[in-house]
């Protein structure tokens, strides 16, 4: 289920796909956006996308900034901060300008920092 929600502590609106939902085609938000379920596609943010524990994308996101507690499979591009969680795992290619990788997580793929641009995986 796609569900819009207010964040309590800032009074926010974010937007959440729940446990158990699957979307498949292309998503544009333009506030913070949990996913708990599964996407295959594209997602555009602008603000940031937490992928839960529970939480699949295979696809391309991109964001402001990004928490991964579960699985990406594709590509991001976050215009400041990706933040891998110990329990998540991404195989695909990276470009950010802070990336944070958590003892325990898995990363496979390639990354770009900075001004740089991602190069394709081969």
């Known amino acids: 289920m796609f569900n819009e ?3 309590g502590q800032s009074g926010m609106m974010f937007n959440a796909l729940t446990a158990g939902s699957k979307i498949v085609g292309t998503i544009t938000a333009d506030s913070d956006f949990r996913i708990d379920g599964t996407i295959e596609g594209d997602l555009n943010c602008t603000g940031k996308v ?3 524990e529970a939480g699949r994308i ?5 964001c402001q900034n990004a928490e991964i507690m579960g699985l990406l499979d594709g590509k991001i591009t976050c215009s400041q901060q990706l933040s891998l969680r110990a329990n998540g ?3 695909g290619d990276v470009h950010t300008k802070t990336l944070i990788v958590e ?5 496979n793929g390639t990354c770009a920092m900075g001004g740089a641009k991602a190069e394709p995986s081969k």
Request: no cysteine; aromatic share 6%.
């Open 89 to 91: 795992k991404i195989v």
């Open 50 to 52: 937490v992928i839960g």
């Open 5 to 7: 929600k207010t964040n």
């Open 103 to 107: 003892p325990g997580a898995v990363f």
């Open 58 to 62: 295979k696809g391309t996101i991109t």
